[in-house]
């Protein structure tokens, strides 16, 4: 077997046997393939797809790449996965709120992929925090605090970690088979007794329509109930931003605000959904309502803001942190609202564009090697639905510099469509995929 073999059975549209999808992982790992040939591997995969029975090979292998955690705990090991969004800050508020609820949450994540944020670049901006923490102290802050979130190390699916970087900078994204594989070799490879999946759909997700979440929402299922692990699927609304925030601080700021009861919204809302489904599917609730109840009370009794501030102390971050968040959170030097130029009704907001006007300024990466400026980004974003007067605020742009908040502002008002009319507003949660 080798590598440009491989690619060019690929690139005839013919099936790999779960042989060579787990040599080419192998070589992912052990650095055998390039980064070409693992660009043309994503960019073929992208464009020919795989059989089902591939798309499982592929997982496996990657999740077999490295080490497979294995965990002693007197309750579940659970988790939750996004498929990305903007304004999704849903992971910090979940995690303690589901260690609030008696769960254990070994939370492997990633970071900002295309235009959507990263969990570990928004639990990066806590001044101190480290997410890459070894096997050893991983173990610990779960066993004390109930959850944490981290960088999968080097020696958790390597294969991916490789493969997942090439993607964001190669187009190769958007393919249904990479990113199956992606998220469940990480998931599976951190040895969990149950998982719930957030498949976003809307103009802020990978997903734009209902046929392309549903065919993603069923294929994580089937392959990781097909790994043993016992998975069930929301297909959830991106048509707009989840929190009315984006860039790495400033949701930050709007997990703390729910976790503290200073808000709740759409974002405790799904965090509440997705938290039912997950302590349903493990046993520590009497059905996906009662696990909504349990999650609900959680955030609004403030025991998942305390968990969330052991959580931060564990892994390097302040003390206090908690109580005096907006004290610590990085500020951009240029901060300005961005006024309506006429009044009206918001009607559409392309999402893709508003993530894609975060990274421009530079809360995200064009390139592996780019920095990530945790303070910048937008917040204060209108709604769908809300009534809009000429000079009202449409959003506030967060910048390092003058010329990049004038170019962010000209992005979001080309992605704020204003009409007459409100139109419907979308369900947050569309369909559930269960196995």
């Known amino acids: 077997m080798d590598a440009r073999a491989i690619n060019a059975t690929l690139r005839k549209g013919q099936p790999l046997t779960a042989q060579q999808l787990a040599w080419f992982a192998e070589g992912l790992a052990d650095g055998a393939v390039s980064d070409a040939q693992a660009g043309a591997f994503a960019m073929a995969v992208c464009l020919r797809g795989l059989s089902e029975e591939g798309r499982v090979a592929l997982t496996l292998a990657m999740r077999d790449s490295g080490d497979v955690l294995r965990w002693d705990l007197d309750a579940p090991a659970i988790d939750k996965h996004s498929t990305g969004g903007v304004g999704d800050c849903v992971s910090l508020v979940l995690a303690p709120a589901l260690a609030a609820c008696s769960a254990y949450v070994p939370m492997i994540s990633g970071r900002g992929l295309g235009h959507t944020g990263g969990t570990l670049d928004k639990m990066e901006a806590i001044p101190g925090l480290v997410t890459g923490l070894d096997e050893d102290r991983f173990h610990k802050v779960v066993r004390e605090t109930g959850a944490a979130i981290v960088s999968a190390s080097a020696d958790i699916a390597p294969a991916d970690k490789r493969l997942y970087a090439i993607r964001d900078v190669t187009g190769t994204v958007e393919s249904l088979d990479l990113i199956t594989a992606s998220i469940l070799s990480k998931k599976l490879a951190a040895g969990l007794d149950g998982l719930v999946l957030d498949v976003k759909l809307g103009t802020g997700a990978f997903m734009k329509t209902a046929e392309e979440a549903r065919a993603l929402a069923q294929a994580l299922v089937k392959t990781a109930n097909a790994a043993g692990c016992k998975t069930t699927a929301l297909i959830t609304d991106m048509s707009q931003p ?57 955030i609004r009794s403030g025991t998942a803001a305390e968990r969330f501030g052991r959580m931060v102390y564990a892994m390097g971050g302040p003390v206090h942190f908690v109580e005096n968040w907006q004290r610590f959170m990085p500020e951009a030097p240029v901060i300005r609202e961005m006024p309506a130029s006429e009044a009206g009704v918001v009607t559409a907001i392309d999402g893709e564009a508003l993530g894609l006007a975060v990274v421009e300024l530079g809360g995200g990466r064009q390139v592996e090697s780019d920095v990530v400026d945790p303070a910048v980004g937008l917040s204060e974003v209108v709604r769908l639905g809300d009534r809009v007067e000429k000079g009202q605020p ?41 196995p």
């Open 242 to 298: 989840l929190a009315s925030s984006l860039g790495n601080a400033l949701e930050v700021d709007a997990s703390l605000r729910v976790l503290t009861g200073l808000d709740y919204g759409p974002l405790g809302e799904l965090s509440a959904e997705l938290g039912g489904a997950l302590l349903a599917s493990a046993g520590l609730a009497k059905d996906a309502a009662d696990g909504k109840a349990k999650i609900a009370d959680a």
């Open 394 to 434: 449409l959003a506030r742009v967060h910048a390092a510099r003058v010329g990049q908040a004038d170019a962010a502002e000209a992005a979001v008002r080309a992605a704020i469509t204003l009409g007459e009319k409100a139109q419907d507003l979308p369900p947050l949660v569309h369909e559930r995929i269960v």
